[in-house]
């Protein structure tokens, strides 16, 4: 199955699940010994993200000071521990790196989900 690795990290660590492979496209720092799979499967990549959105007609300056603001938190020593601990890869940026990775990734699944001939019931 694919879980994120913040439900399954507790059971990794207590042996009662065991990974297998990553689905980010890189090994991950909390295990090292797992694979990713895109080392057997090229350009493989079904990550699970969690990003802070605002409305769209938010005035840009109380975008750019929560993002500010965000961005220290993320790399404040404990908070990164505590967001490693959960099986987490904190990734500061901005809103124009954010939008265009959410357009990436709507792009690449609508590409899926057309190869893959599935419909909305």
């Given at each position: 199955?694919?879980?994120?690795?913040?439900?399954?990290?507790?059971?990794?660590?207590?042996?009662?699940l065991?990974?297998?492979?990553?689905?980010?496209?890189t090994?991950?720092?909390?295990?090292?010994?797992?694979?990713?799979?895109?080392?057997?499967?090229?350009?493989?990549?079904?990550?699970?993200?969690?990003?802070?959105?605002?409305?769209?007609?938010?005035?840009?300056?109380?975008?750019?000071?929560?993002?500010?603001?965000?961005?220290?938190?993320?790399?404040?020593?404990?908070?990164?521990?505590?967001?490693?601990?959960?099986?987490?890869?904190?990734?500061?940026?901005?809103?124009?790196?954010?939008?265009?990775?959410?357009?990436?990734?709507?792009?690449?699944?609508?590409?899926?989900?057309?190869?893959?001939?599935?419909?909305?019931?």
């Open positions: 199955m694919f879980a994120s690795m913040t439900a399954s990290i507790e059971h990794i660590r207590t042996d009662k065991r990974a297998l492979g990553m689905t980010i496209t090994r991950s720092d909390v295990f090292p010994d797992v694979p990713s799979i895109s080392e057997f499967l090229p350009g493989f990549d079904a990550s699970v993200y969690y990003g802070i959105g605002a409305p769209k007609n938010t005035p840009t300056e109380i975008v750019e000071r929560l993002n500010k603001e965000i961005n220290a938190g993320l790399v404040d020593p404990q908070l990164r521990a505590r967001l490693n601990d959960l099986g987490s890869m904190p990734l500061p940026g901005s809103p124009t790196d954010f939008g265009k990775f959410i357009a990436n990734e709507t792009e690449k699944w609508a590409r899926v989900v057309k190869f893959a001939n599935i419909k909305a019931e």
